[in-house]
Each structure stands twice: as structure tokens, then as C-alpha cells.
């Protein structure tokens, strides 16, 4: 760090303007366990906002302001440090908000995403921050696009829910001219990283360590790595598609008669197709998890989220009934076995590759995180999520519930899958999913061997 640098962090610690924190547990694995350096693109966070009704230039700023003084993440960079980098936390700090009106040209959808993707993949300065960027695009006087995009190390996806809830809040108090700011939230992020890493002590660690040491033995990969630097590099594709309200009501249902979560049923389904795909009967997945059960944390903006990796064999002799019992129960010790995953990887040896996740290939994901569609007094805010093609995974499969559908989103490596691969494994999901609806005592052997759906 230059000399100059290091005499004005000086004069902020000391006069209080800045404080040092060590990272938080979720925010290692992005320096220690993450196969693409911190500052890499693949870890913005991305979301669009459409908002109706007529707001100010001026009103949003300093709603947007409101937020960074209640949300500390806002006001937070990084340092180097000697084992690790540290946190440094602003007292203040300027607002990254910027509005720009559209021309006729740039309003339809697809001018709007093409937009919207150049902000997401601006880098940012993750030295002397903000860590985030919005935009407000104008189509009409009452008819917006807010295009946030946030590094991963200050935010996960319940994060951009809180934001929106509190923007909107913001902006209500500045159209009534209420004073004051926000109230402050009930557990800081830098609080909540002291909790954590006060509960996490060697002796935690070890107990869980042992249960992943035998959960994970013996695994292999589902296939081989990418060969080359150019499979390895570049942003994944998204491609989405969805499972229609008839699918959505009959997975639902055969969770509830089964006694299984949604999550469980999606994820049984999930292993069968990957196995048809693939030709492999042990079959491991990464997932996330909220890591917000206590209600302090769920108002706070921040990187809480987890991952953890969740094994399936497949038996052909067993009818999926069976085998969704099996995979309920071992999900549940899963989560309840679920520890920091920087820790997860330096307890099983494992040493992370450029390009390639430490662990498992394949992330799979229920997203019930809140989203909240607000609207109020002519004026409404719904937040659309854009996955961001991380570099942590080969394949992705992301399914989110709409209403009784559920959309289904997929990324992947161009390198090493192509579009039709991707529609061809979709159509294998549903294919499943359809199946072990109408005949939960299917054998697996009989679905392993079916056409396509």
C-alpha cells in the first residue's frame, strides 16, 4: 500500500472514520476455497428492480443513502493483510447511485438487459470500495429500471430482498418528509461475523469435520475437468425454461403425501437425472444455505450464506419412494451437520484448482430467499434476480417458485456443454419429475432407461 494510503488509514482509525474487522467465515471462502480470484465479475450478485410510479432523481439518492447508513456492507471494503485480507468499515461513505433517462431505442426488453449487463460486469475497486453500483433506467416518468449489481463478499441473495425492502422504506420517508434516517438494524454484519466466528471453535469444528470426513469418503468426480485455460475461463450461460403449474401442484403434492420437503422431492428427482445424464450412481451436489435461523440477522445485509454438499447413490432396485425417504433423511443431517465451507475444505485436504470447484461440479438450488414485490400508494418495487453465472460450478440448476410453476434456471460452462446438452438435460428433469409424480413406486431402474419427457 502506497505511503499515502497508509497515513490517511491512519488518520481514519484514529480519529474513528474507519475500523478494521477480520472477515467473516463466508466471506474466506471467496479468498481460500473459491476457484476465481475475489475481484473476478462472476462474483457480482445481480438483480433488476422495476419500479412504478413517479420517483425523483434526487428522492432515490437519498434514499439510497439512507440504506448505506443503515446497512454497514455499503460503507465496506477490503485490505490486505499479512494472512488474510481484513475488513475495513467506513463510518460514511458516497452513494453509487447514477440515473440516466432512455431513448425510445434502449426501452424494449432487450436493450434494457443489454444495459443492465454492462453494469453488472463492470469490476469493482475492491480496495477502495463501495462494493456495489445501481442505476436507475428511465423509460417514462412513471415506468423505471433499478439495476443493482453487489460483490458477493457483502451480499447473497436474501441480501438484495433486504435492499429492496429498505429502499423503499427510504424513499417512503423522503416522499413524506419524515426526518432521520432509518432505524438501525438489529444485528451488524460485523456483529453477526464476531457470533459466528465466537461459535465456530476448534472443538465445533472437529466434531463436524468427522461427519464430512465419512459423508464424503471415497467420492469422485461426475466427470473430468475442462482441459485447457479456455474451457476454464469465461462466464457461464444462463438458460431458462420452467416446470408448468400441473408439475409445480404434483410435486407439491407427493412431498406432502410423503412427508418430504419440496426441496427433498426437487432434489431426489434432481440425482436420478444426473445419474441418467451422466452414467454415474454417486452423484454430489453443492447447495445454499441462508444461515439466517436467528431473527437478528434476517434484516441485515450481508454475506451469511452457506454451501453444503449433499450425496446421493443411486440403487436401481429401489422405487423412488424409498429413495426420497433416504435422500429427506440424509439432507437433513446435511444441514444439520452444515459448517463454514473454507473450513470444510482445509479439514478434508482438499486443495482447490484454478477454474474448478474443491468439492463437487454441480450446484443445485431451491431459491426461497425473500423477494418481495411491493406496492403502496401508486408506487411498486419487484425484484427479478439475475443468476450470475458463477465461476464456482461446471452446471447449475436453480428453481424458483412462481406462483404453482417453478421456473428452472441452468448455467453452464460453454466449454464443456453446449445449449442442446442443456435443453436435452431439462427435458430428462421434467421427464423425472412427471414420472415419479404419477407413480411414486416406480423402480429407479425403470426411470433410468424411459425416453426423454
Known sequence: MPQ??????????????ARLQPLTLPQRELWEASPVPPGDV??????????????????????????AERQEVFRLSFLPGKDRPMQLIRKSNRQMLQFRDLPPAQQHPEAVEELAQEIFRRP???????LYRSEVLRRSADDHV?????????????????????????????????????????????????????????????????????????ITPLWDPPAGPDALSGERRRWVSSAPATVGRAVRELAKRKGATLFS???????????????????????????????????????????????????????????????????????????????????????????????????????????????????????????????????????????????VVWLYRPGMFSAEDIQTLHRMYLGVLTSVCSSPEILTAALMTTTLG
Open 265 to 407: 422431492t426437487l432434489l431426489a428427482a434432481f440425482q436420478v437425472t444426473l445419474s441418467k445424464w451422466t452414467g454415474k450412481e454417486d452423484i454430489l451436489v453443492g447447495t445454499p444455505v441462508a444461515n439466517r435461523g436467528r431473527q437478528a440477522v434476517r434484516e441485515t445485509m450481508g454475506y451469511c450464506a452457506g454451501i453444503v454438499p449433499l450425496r446421493g447413490h443411486i440403487d436401481r432396485d429401489r422405487t423412488f419412494s424409498e429413495r426420497l425417504r433416504t435422500v429427506h433423511d440424509s439432507t437433513l443431517d446435511a444441514f444439520a451437520n452444515a459448517m463454514p465451507f473454507a473450513e470444510l475444505v482445509k479439514a478434508l485436504g482438499v486443495v482447490t484448482s484454478p477454474g474448478c470447484n474443491p468439492l463437487f461440479q454441480v450446484r443445485f438450488a431451491l431459491q426461497n430467499h425473500p423477494v418481495p414485490d411491493i406496492s403502496v400508494n401508486g408506487m411498486s418495487l419487484q425484484l427479478r434476480m439475475r443468476s450470475t453465472g458463477t465461476c464456482r460450478f461446471d452446471l447449475a440448476c436453480e428453481v424458483t417458485e412462481e406462483g404453482e410453476a417453478l421456473e
Open 4 to 17: 499515502e494510503a497508509r497515513t490517511r488509514l491512519r488518520q481514519w482509525l484514529e480519529s474513528g472514520e
Open 124 to 130: 469493482f475497486d475492491m480496495v477502495s470500495g463501495p
Open 146 to 218: 433499478l439495476v443493482l449489481a453487489i460483490h458477493h463478499a457483502i451480499a447473497d441473495g436474501w441480501t438484495v430482498g433486504v435492499f429492496v425492502q429498505d429502499l423503499f422504506a427510504a424513499y417512503m420517508q423522503e416522499l413524506r418528509g419524515i426526518p432521520g434516517g432509518l432505524p438501525p438494524v438489529p444485528l451488524s454484519y460485523s456483529d453477526w461475523g464476531a457470533s459466528e466466528r465466537a461459535f465456530w471453535q476448534p472443538a465445533v469444528l472437529e466434531e463436524r469435520s468427522a461427519f464430512w470426513k465419512e459423508c464424503l469418503a471415497g
Open 42 to 67: 462472476s462474483n457480482h450478485i445481480c438483480a433488476l428492480i422495476n419500479v412504478r410510479g413517479p420517483i425523483t432523481h434526487q428522492g432515490c439518492e437519498a434514499a439510497v443513502q439512507k440504506v
